[in-house]
């Protein structure tokens, strides 16, 4: 099992800037891709970028230039820098990950608790 914790949420002006942590413990072989969700009240949950274990990265088309992932392998841990916040991008942040107990076993897929983001004046 692998659980995941995230951090860094909050209240951010419009404008801002927030930088989210998910780290990753338990039993790990390997974490394969690391990402982050977000679900804004009375909608969906989306996908918000992802990042491969060779650091191949990918991110929502709406988000693109404002929101910047990356990950600390020797730490197993993803970040979310969020820059240049609006209202819009209040939400519940959920890390993801995909990831392999052992050697050899099939990557199952876990899910952080979620963190508040509200970006309000």
């Known amino acids: 099992q692998v659980q995941l914790v995230e951090s860094g949420g909050g209240l951010v002006q419009p404008g801002g800037s927030l930088t989210l942590s998910c780290a990753a413990s338990?039993?790990?072989?390997?974490?394969?891709?690391m990402g982050w969700y977000r679900q804004a009240p009375g909608k969906q949950r989306e996908l918000v970028a992802t990042i491969t274990s060779s650091f191949s990265t990918s991110y929502a088309d709406s988000l693109k230039g404002r929101f910047t992932i990356s990950r600390d392998n020797a730490k197993n841990t993803v970040y979310l820098q969020m820059n240049s916040l609006k209202p819009e991008d209040t939400a519940v942040y959920y890390c993801n990950v995909i990831a392999s107990s052992e050697r050899g076993s099939l990557p199952m897929n876990y899910w952080g608790k979620g963190t508040l983001v509200t970006v309000s004046s």
């Open positions: 338990g039993s790990i072989f390997r974490l394969h891709v």
